[in-house]
C-alpha cells in the first residue's frame, strides 16, 4: 500500500505521494510555459512552478474534478502570475532591459526553422515581431486569454474556468487580440 | 461588400467559423489572405513561445521539480560572488600588508642625495687618513685619544689667546 503525503493542517485524504508525483511530472511543462509566457522571467517561472504544485497539493481537497486537473493547475498557476506581478516592483525594469533580447531571440528562433529561405526568414521575422507588438498592445488579462488559447490550446470554456471568467469575456478578449493583429498588420 | 469582424476572424482562428464566415472566405480574397496571415504569425508566435519555455526550462529546472538544485545554483552564486570580492580586495590587502625593508614608510620631503653622498665620502676620507696617521697600536688607541684631546683643548685656548685681528693673518 502507497504511504500518503501529509502536510500540516491538511486532511491526509485525496492522491497518494505517487499519483501526485505522475500529475507533477505530467503537467510541469505546460505550468512552467504558462508561467513564463505570462512573466518571461526564467526564475520566477521556476519558482512559481514549485509553487503552483504546493498550493495544489494543500489545496487538493478542494479538487471536485469539475474541470481537468490541467485547467485547475493552470488556473493556480495564472492567479500566482498574476499575485506575483501585482507585487513586483522591480517589474517595470526587468521588462525593459529584458524584453528586447527575448523578442530578438523569439524573431531569430522562428526565423531559422519555419522559414529555411532568406526571404522567407525575413517575412516570418516581420510577421513574428508585428504578432508580438500586438500581443503586448494588450491588457494582461487579454494576453492571458490569448496564450491559454493560442499556445496552450484550451478551450474558450477552460480558458473560462482557467481564468475564473465568464465565457463571454474571453471571446471579447480574443476578438480584442484579433483586433490588435489586424491594426498591426495594417500598419505602414 | 462587408468584410469579416474581429468577432468572426477570431471565431475561424479558434477552429473554422459558422458557415456564413466559410463562404465569405472562399469568395473574398482580401479577407483569406488577412486570416490566413494572421493564422501564420499566431502560428509562429506559439511555435517561438513555446520554444524559448521549453529552453528557459531545461535550464531553470534541469528538467524536473527540483528544489535542491535551485538551492544549490544559490549558493554557487553566492560562492561566486565571494570569490570575486576577494580577488578584487586582495591587492588593495596586499598593498596595506606589504612589508617595507627599510622600516615603515614615512612620508617627508626628499633629501637631496648629493650631501649625503658628499658626508660619506668626508667620512670615509677620515677614516682612511685617521688609519695612516695612527702612529699608536691599536691597544693604546685610548691613551693617544685622551692625550690627543688634551693637546687639541690646548691648542684651542692658545689659538683663543691670539687677538682676532693677529689670527685673521
Known sequence: MEETLTVPGISASGWTAA?????????????????????????????????CFLKAYRARSEFRGESSVSTWLVRIAVNLA???????????????????????????????????????????????????????????QQQTAFHLRFLEELSIEEVADAMGIGIGTVKSHLSRAVNALRQQRNKP | MNHLTDEQLAQWLEG????????????????????????DGI?????AMRRQADRAQSLSLGGYFAPQKAWARHRLRWAAATALALLLAAPTLWMMNKPHPQGPLV???????QPAAALSDDELLEAVNNDLSREVPQALAP????????NRIAAASTVAAIPSNLSAR
Open chain 2, 107 to 113: 612620508v617627508s620631503a626628499p633629501v637631496p642625495a
Open chain 2, 16 to 39: 473554422g467559423g459558422n458557415p456564413q464566415t466559410q463562404s465569405h472566405l472562399a469568395g473574398c480574397a482580401q479577407c483569406r489572405s488577412e486570416a490566413e496571415e494572421l493564422r
Open chain 2, 43 to 47: 502560428s509562429r508566435y506559439a511555435i
Open chain 2, 143 to 150: 691613551v693617544s685619544a685622551i692625550t690627543t684631546g688634551r
Open chain 1, 19 to 51: 499519483e501526485f508525483d505522475d500529475i507533477v511530472r505530467q503537467h510541469q511543462a505546460r505550468i512552467y510555459r504558462v508561467l513564463w509566457c505570462e512573466l518571461r522571467d526564467d526564475e520566477a517561472a521556476a519558482t512559481l512552478t514549485q509553487d
Open chain 1, 82 to 140: 498574476r499575485d506575483y506581478q501585482r507585487n513586483r516592483r522591480q517589474g517595470f525594469w526587468r521588462r525593459l532591459l529584458g524584453s528586447n533580447t527575448r523578442e530578438a531571440e523569439l524573431a531569430t528562433d522562428v526565423a531559422e526553422d519555419t522559414a529555411p529561405r532568406a526571404d522567407r526568414a525575413l517575412l516570418a521575422r516581420e510577421q513574428l515581431q508585428r504578432t508580438m507588438e500586438a500581443v503586448k498592445s494588450l491588457s494582461p
